[in-house]
């Protein structure tokens, strides 16, 4: 598609808005409405909405991934560890190779200013959320003008967007719509699904460097411009692989439409993208390589066309109408053939595949219709397929659909059906204007209401498994809530169930064997543990974390005082997962009661020398060496444990106990405050000041800091009242 051919002259331009639109609105306004067509009232009602509908979660509860990524994870836990963090994947022992270090990052800052609080979590996704959505309006506003001015300077489409509201409207509806559709709470109640927003932000924010750039001479600015835009965009490749759709939209708008830049700079611009590809393989080449998820079995171009057209339906069907949202979606059935009832239960994957089919026909006859809005139609259908391409099933993927995938595809249906509403009669645009905000209001409810399904795991879990979710990891986490509350009977009944379904599930598996092991049945939660470890060679072609069967029943046996076949068992696994702290940790520690600290300490050494950014290990080690009484040693290590968890304070208790047994009481005076200046609210900090204080004679300030004790126990305990 060309863009429509743009007036010679400023006046011939307004008359052409009106052929386009039908006219002007009235130029005299009053203030209240003159206030809402400024881009500053807009974007404030778009945050404000865009926080109010995203507010339940923002108290919500970790979930899921969010216990890896925000707890166990060691590359958020220091500034120390920038750089490290673009050597590995997101996740450290998993077969995806999602290698987003951009997001790592954001969960290090949050970590640094919110330690393990997760309303700071919460609320940097709802804040990167409205972000994309208010840079989505500006960017809109000039994608739109350029579809039908595209050979104007950008500095007279700026004019257009001033003087022509119908394309500040547009922008502003469709950015409105796309902030406020439920669809996309995975990608912003759900904390570790970040990976969308910040790469929507990130890849919008340098789309409009580079455009600002056109707006000024001066060479330096320009090139700063530029320089930031690159830098946007390889953060936005940083955070997550969908950035590389949006570059490549970036491009096809650049030379189909963008006609006022000069070749030269859209031919640098191309040059720079190339670059900036490069320069992104390079650094996914730096973490270690690892096996990817096994082939689907059967899976032929037929059956790939197949759970392409189920999805493009399903989405379809998400984007009109949001009513069973949750994870864990799926349009692949692989028993929908094994008998006549087991089809009939699953025909409505079928009739996605209709829905799927006839989307692509409402965009063939959408695109070859003639008239005002056919360019942004053919825009917006090219964005939604270039978009949903990656995540069609054409290649293979972690699932066959997912509602936060749909987080820059739906922008181009947005301006599709905006394309669509160009078509109407001037008299019916107050209409259409008034069904889009009453969409508005309906979705942000729907978004309000799904928002409150992250609010703790337990309802999480259940509202997934309620909306006919049929995963075992969901039924294993929400059994082992109710095994953590002592609700015995109803995690059996969960698990039992999943056994039957999935019995080489591993998870569930050893869910299920502490379980049993809680309710008394020893023998039979090592028979089934060992069953599990003998299957681990076979599962973990399928599932990762297959040697926790392994860990669990070497605790068995240590608990039941037989350390030798505890490590024996440990042995083994350690053989076939080598690089598994988990593994390394108990082993020293059994090797370490049974026959000393030096003969831990290999084993610790050679992991924290291949690892020195993990902070456990480090801790380990300057505990192994304290209890060797090699105090320089154990001081180092234990220091270097200190700089890898900026609030960690574990290692920091262990120097003020070296330094009291020196007798160096200001020294452990001084370490000690370091302690408490990172967890200021933990009252056992204050206890131990004021023994320190004690043993120094400062009488006054050890009672003031147990007054602070009480303080801090009062406090707790009035919160638990309110909570209750």
């Known amino acids: 598609m060309r863009a429509s051919t743009p007036p010679a002259t400023f006046n011939d331009f307004r008359r052409e808005s009106s052929h386009v639109r039908g006219g002007q609105l009235s130029v005299s306004m009053a203030p209240v409405a003159r206030a809402f067509r400024t881009d500053w009232f807009r974007c404030l009602l778009i945050a404000v909405i865009g926080i109010l509908v995203h507010s339940p979660a923002l108290q919500g509860q970790r979930i899921w991934d969010d216990h890896y990524l925000l707890n166990e994870n060691p590359f958020i836990k220091s500034p120390t560890l920038i750089l490290e963090t673009f050597r590995h994947y997101l996740f450290l022992d998993s077969f995806s190779a999602h290698y987003r270090p951009v997001q790592n990052l954001s969960f290090m800052f949050d970590y640094f200013f919110w330690n393990t609080d997760e309303l ?97 001479s001066g060479r330096v600015i320009r090139i ?158 090219s964005w939604f397929l270039a978009a949903f391409l990656p995540i069609s099933n054409i290649v293979q993927l972690n699932a066959t659909v997912a509602e936060h995938w749909l987080y820059l595809p739906s922008v181009g249906l947005l301006i599709f059906l905006a394309g669509c509403a160009f078509e109407l009669p001037l008299r019916h645009h107050r209409t259409a204007t008034a069904i889009v905000l009453l969409a508005v209001t309906a979705l942000g409810v729907r978004s ?116 030798q076949a505890a490590l024996a068992i440990l042995k083994d696994a350690r053989q076939a997962y080598p690089n598994v702290w988990d593994l390394i940790k108990l082993e020293a520690e059994l090797r370490r009661l049974t026959q000393g600290p030096t003969a831990a300490l290999p084993l610790v050494q050679r992991f924290a020398r291949e690892n020195w950014w993990h902070c456990g290990a480090a801790l380990a080690l300057g505990r192994l060496y304290a209890q060797k009484d090699d105090a320089g040693r154990a001081e180092a290590e234990l220091r270097r444990a200190s700089r890898l968890d900026v609030h960690n304070t574990e290692a920091l208790h262990l120097i003020v106990i070296m330094r009291l047994n020196q007798n160096r009481v200001d020294d452990a005076c001084e370490i000690q405050r370091s302690a408490i200046a990172r967890q200021p609210d933990q009252p056992s900090q204050y206890i131990l000041l004021s023994n320190i204080l004690e043993k120094m004679g400062r009488t006054d300030d050890a009672r003031a800091a147990l007054a602070k004790v009480s303080r801090l126990r009062a406090l707790a305990e009035t919160s638990s009242g309110q909570s209750l």
């Open 120 to 216: 700071g979590f919460h609320l940097t996704n709802v804040l990167l959320h409205v972000g994309s959505a208010i840079l989505l309006y500006f960017l809109l506003g000039h994608v739109i003008a350029s579809l039908f001015f595209g050979r104007l300077p950008v500095v007279m489409r700026d004019r257009a967007r001033t003087r022509l509201t119908w394309i500040s409207n547009t922008a502003f509806l469709i950015s409105l719509v796309w902030g406020v559709h439920p669809v996309h709470s995975g990608a912003v109640d759900y904390i570790s699904g970040r990976a969308d927003s910040l790469a929507f932000f990130f890849a919008a924010a340098g789309w409009l460097l580079f455009i600002h750039a056109q707006r000024f």
């Open 224 to 381: 700063s411009l530029y320089v930031s835009a690159a830098a946007s965009a390889m953060l936005a490749l940083l955070s997550r692989e969908i950035a590389c759709i949006w570059i490549f939209l970036f491009i096809v708008h650049l030379f189909w439409i963008e006609k006022s830049i000069p070749l030269r700079v859209r031919l640098a611009a191309v040059c720079c993208c190339l670059v900036l590809f490069g320069f992104y393989a390079g650094l996914r080449r730096l973490p270690e390589q690892r096996p990817s998820l096994p082939p689907q079995a059967g899976w032929s171009a037929p059956v790939r066309s197949m759970l392409m057209a189920r999805a493009l339906g399903d989405y379809a069907r998400l984007m009109v109408f949001p009513a069973n949202l949750h994870m864990e979606r799926s349009v692949f059935e692989p028993m929908m053939w094994r008998s006549n009832s087991d089809w009939r239960k699953t025909i409505g994957l079928e009739y996605l595949s209709i829905s799927g089919l006839s989307l692509l026909a409402v965009f063939f006859l959408g695109v070859i219709k003639k008239g005002r809005g056919k360019a942004l139609r053919l825009f917006g259908a």
């Open 448 to 563: 309000f209401v799904r928002s409150g399904d992250w609010a703790t795991e337990e309802t999480f879990y259940k509202r997934t498994l309620a909306a006919g979710a049929t995963s075992g990891r969901v039924a294993a986490n929400l059994a082992q809530i109710y095994v953590r509350r002592g609700d015995y009977t109803a995690a059996e009944k969960i698990l039992r169930h999943l056994m039957d379904t999935s019995p080489d599930y591993p998870t569930g598996r050893n869910t299920f064997a502490a379980l049993l092991s809680l309710q008394g049945k020893k023998a039979e939660a090592e028979a089934l543990l060992a069953a599990t470890v003998k299957m681990a060679a076979q599962t973990r072609r399928d599932y990762p974390r297959t040697w926790w069967a392994a860990l669990t029943l070497a605790q068995f046996r240590h608990e039941a005082k037989d350390d």
